[in-house]
T-cell receptor
Framework: RKEVEQDPGPFNVPEGATVAFNCTYSNSASQSFFWYRQDCRKEPKLLMSVYSSGNEDGRFTAQLNRASQYISLLIRDSKLSDSATYLCVVNGRGKLIFGQGTTLQVKP | GAVVSQHPSRVICKSGTSVKIECRSLDFQATTMFWYRQFPKKSLMLMATSNEGSKATYEQGVEKDKFLINHASLTLSTLTVTSAHPEDSSFYIC???????????????FGPGTRLTVT
């Protein structure tokens, strides 16, 4: 079993749609959780940290369920510029563990 | 702030040669630097963690004699791919953290990556 699992997609959605990505992690001792965005052939960039209470940053909302070891990212009112791969990242054993990423394509 | 640079951004080399990739933290002191490798459509895989002035810690399955890491100062780490083979062709990304040791509790700042092609 992978330490961090994501549905690779791709998710193809029209502009303005709401889309949700899910991620599960296997190490119950993990303490820190993040969503990164990676554009094609570029380095990953931190999108947002994920807190137990849930957090929101503009059109993006992240949720953490420690009991189910589950993390989610919700994107509202999708823009063409949101097209990218979204990486679920977990702190495990003192290092960052990356999921495979979920690819989002927002169509006009 | 928190900018990390990598050089070169792209490199093509012949099989059997060695390639050195530099990773620099431009506006902060990086006590810990990380080297990742990413194959197409795959996740980033941590290769090794290096702390300034000490030997790098390699992940299981990563050959330390093939991937030489040097972290000589708080702003520079280098990865040398020795005797490169076509299967070493990949996207190599470094990141830097101001935390000592643990890479997961403090934000990591990523370099733009180096695309290596071995012919």
């Amino acid at each position: 079993r992978k330490e961090v699992e994501q549905d690779p997609g791709p998710f193809n959605v029209p502009e303005g749609a709401t889309v949700a990505f899910n991620c599960t992690y296997s190490n119950s001792a993990s303490q820190s959780f993040f969503w990164y965005r990676q554009d094609c052939r570029k380095e990953p960039k931190l999108l947002m940290s994920v807190y137990s209470s849930g957090n929101e940053d503009g059109r993006f909302t992240a949720q953490l369920n420690r009991a189910s070891q589950y993390i989610s990212l919700l994107i509202r009112d999708s823009k063409l510029s949101d097209s990218a791969t979204y990486l679920c990242v977990v702190n495990g054993r003192g290092k960052l563990i990356f999921g495979q990423g979920t690819t989002l394509q927002v169509k006009p | 702030g928190a900018v990390v640079s990598q050089h070169p951004s792209r490199v093509i080399c012949k099989s059997g040669t060695s390639v050195k990739i530099e990773c620099r933290s431009l506006d902060f002191q990086a006590t810990t630097m990380f080297w990742y490798r990413q194959f197409p459509k795959k996740s980033l895989m941590l290769m090794a963690t290096s702390n300034e002035g000490s030997k790098a810690t390699y992940e299981q399955g990563v050959e330390k004699d093939k991937f030489l890491i040097n972290h000589a100062s708080l702003t520079l780490s280098t990865l040398t791919v020795t005797s490169a083979h076509p299967e070493d062709s990949s996207f190599y990304i470094c990141s830097a953290s101001q935390a000592s040791g643990s890479g997961g509790n403090y934000e990591q700042y990523f370099g733009p990556g180096t695309r290596l092609t071995v012919t």
